[in-house]
Nanobody, 114 residues
């Protein structure tokens, strides 16, 4: 069955970095556009970034441009989100999503706090 498993979240100080990973299984990973979505405490879902299956085009919400980098390793069926210069407003549960199927991971908590 389709499975998306995120990892790499945690507590980090403002200005710090984290790398999230999402291990995918149960579908042909390289065929799918993949997305990171987040949900901050008490708020709705927010699109963060997406990447096309061929790893050529990447898309970011304005608030993370220049700080976050999405990437994928199709040989390893893994999606990544490298997050830098983190801010308190980046605190959220981050989900790996395949919108085409659709399928969501269980989420990984990122907390940015001093």
């Amino acid at each position: 069955q389709v499975q998306l498993v995120e990892s790499g979240g945690g507590l980090v100080q403002p200005g710090g970095s984290l790398r999230l990973s999402c291990a995918a299984s149960g579908f042909t990973f390289s065929n799918y556009y993949m997305t990171w979505v987040r949900q901050a405490p008490g708020k709705g879902l927010e699109w963060v970034s997406s990447i096309e299956g061929d790893d050529i085009h990447e898309y970011y919400r304005d608030s993370v441009k220049g700080r976050f980098t999405i990437s994928r390793d199709n040989a390893k069926n893994t999606l990544y989100l490298q997050m830098g210069r983190l801010k308190s407003e980046d605190t959220a549960v981050y989900y790996c999503v395949n919108l085409g199927l659709p399928s969501w991971g269980q989420g990984t908590q990122v907390t940015v706090s001093s």
